[in-house]
């Protein structure tokens, strides 16, 4: 436990040491490039701000990850059962995978005028579902017919085969995407809040504080980003364990 | 794939199918199973014609399928969730736990199938196959990937198994010596298309040990069914094609 704990610790306190290092070394000032000791007064200072920020960036990428992975099952599974829509729906998903969804900001932006919670959550399922959906529809698709047999020779129906052993025999592939969706959706959603005017969320307080040169400000953001975004995935590898342990071999 | 094929079992014996590899042995028992229809001919069992899968059927394969989010316990029980799943908790684990005791996993029943050796995956999935009480039990080359040495345990928990249930047997195999040892009747098909080439019946005892298979009884059958396996393979002499 002391180990668990103390390893990650002591690499984030030697990062942040090398980061001090840096700063002092070039001897840059704080408008060129902040240093750790420089956070905590920036923090302090808009400690307000980053709770009633942080929750909206928080909440608009979780519900926009819920619809990237209620979404993102859902064309996993019809790719993952239906060899036609599987050749169908590829190219289209990879297609609309590689457009930067940055040039995708203007546009839904225009079509859903002042709607800012919704582009956002738009965004980040938008940017997310991908791998989701690309893990699912494998992970059913490369289900060995023999597993299937051993119910279907029972005369157990297609739900129930889906329920009984595809579903369970997909979930390490299905958190295995989770994870690289739950960092996508963070990216979405700062993408929108950063991007669109009038903004709210941690996008737009890292973008008040470039307005106003406060560079302080711009990192303590990115700092906090990152420990949302530690958060979220440890909360998916805590909901892993739960549901997948199984595939987990450590100590066997 | 298969052609011309006639074959019958009687209810309750042991049938062992062997055959060149590439003969439709698999494709025999998805047709015994209903998960294929033939295309023309029609398969009967225990009076009943098969058109579509069935709750009195079991199957195992070479590879054990097990599920391995569940515990070897909860593996057993599989079929009953399906077949009866109005049955008390309390008497599915009684029966799996029987069988578990049976085959020598007493003790297992709680762990998950990868922290079990390839023998005891077998075994587990040997239980899960007639957990059910099927009427009819398909072995799809099961005990193909095991050691010799576990492979001939197998066949002895098989003997054992069937002593205590009352079930049919088809089992598909390329090991001759499996088949003598545990085939009431030995069927070789010929290749492709397959036909049934030739019919022996085992005449050993029913309690027979591994020791039978050295007896010259066993030896000249085996080396029967090993001219019949050449002449499905088009082979007349050994070494040529």
Same mark, same amino acid.
Not at chain 1, 234 to 252: H, M, N, P, Q, S
Not at chain 2, 29 to 44: H, N, R, S
Not at chain 2, 93 to 108: I, K, P, Y
């Given at each position: ?54 929750? #909206? ?57 002042? #709607? ?11 940017? &997310? /579902?991908?791998?989701?959906?690309? &893990? ?69 307080? /890292? ?11 711009? /990192? ?17 590898? /805590? ?14 | ?241």
């Amino acid at each position: 436990m002391l180990y668990k704990v103390a390893t990650p610790v002591l690499a984030i306190l030697t990062f942040l040491g090398l980061w001090e290092l840096l700063v002092w070394a070039n001897d840059w000032p704080n408008y060129k490039m902040a240093s750790p000791s420089d956070l905590p007064p920036a923090f302090w200072k808009y400690k307000e701000l980053f709770l009633v920020m942080g929750w #909206q960036t928080l909440w608009r990428t979780v519900v926009g990850l819920l619809l990237a992975v209620v979404v993102g099952t859902l064309i996993g599974m019809i790719i993952g059962f239906s060899k036609l829509a599987r050749d169908a729906l590829y190219p289209l998903l990879v297609g609309f995978n590689a457009i930067p969804k940055a040039t995708l900001v203007p546009v839904i932006s225009l079509i859903f005028i002042g #709607q800012h919670d919704f582009n956002t959550i738009l965004m980040a399922f938008m940017i &997310s /579902f991908f791998p989701i959906a690309v &893990s699912v529809g494998i992970g059913l698709s490369t289900l060995e017919p023999e597993y299937r047999d051993i119910l279907r020779a029972l005369g157990a129906s297609r739900f129930t085969i889906f329920r009984k052993i595809a579903l369970p025999k997909t979930l390490p592939e299905f958190f295995g995407a989770l994870k690289v969706s739950a960092t996508l959706a963070f990216i979405g959603t700062n993408l929108v809040e950063i991007v669109s005017p009038h903004g709210r969320g941690l996008g737009a307080l /890292f973008k008040s504080g470039e307005t106003n040169g406060d560079y302080p400000l711009m /990192f303590a953001v990115l700092i906090a980003l990152a420990v949302l975004g530690i958060m979220l995935y440890y909360a998916v590898i /805590f909901l892993e364990k739960t549901f997948a342990g199984w595939a987990d071999r450590e100590g066997t | 794939m298969l052609d011309g094929l006639d074959v019958a079992v009687p209810a309750g014996t042991f049938a062992a199918v062997v055959g060149p590899s590439g003969c439709g042995k698999s494709t025999l028992t998805k047709l015994v199973a209903g998960l294929m229809k033939p295309d023309e001919g029609e398969v009967w069992l225990h009076g009943e014609r098969v058109t579509g899968p069935r709750k009195t059927v079991g199957m195992a394969f070479q590879n054990p399928v097990l599920l391995e989010w569940r515990t070897i316990l909860d593996n057993v029980i599989l079929p009953l969730e399906i077949v009866a799943p109005k049955m008390p908790t309390k008497d599915r684990t009684a029966r799996a736990m029987d069988l578990l005791e049976m085959v020598g996993l007493s003790g297992f029943e709680n762990k998950r199938p990868s922290e079990l050796s390839g023998g005891m995956r077998q075994r587990a999935s040997l239980c899960r196959s007639i957990v059910h009480k099927p009427d009819v039990l398909i072995l799809d080359e099961p005990f193909g990937a095991l050691d010799a040495f576990t492979r001939e345990d197998l066949w002895q928990t098989m003997r054992d198994l069937r002593a205590a249930e009352p079930f049919t047997v088809v089992l598909i195999t390329h090991d001759l010596r499996e088949s003598v040892f545990l085939g009431d009747q030995v069927i070789v098909l010929s290749g492709r298309p397959a036909r049934t080439q030739f019919v022996m019946d085992v005449d050993l005892p029913a309690d027979r040990t591994l020791d039978v298979l050295f007896t010259p009884k066993a030896a000249d059958m085996l080396h029967t069914l090993r001219d019949q396996i050449k002449i499905a393979q088009g082979r007349t002499e050994e070494g040529s094609a």
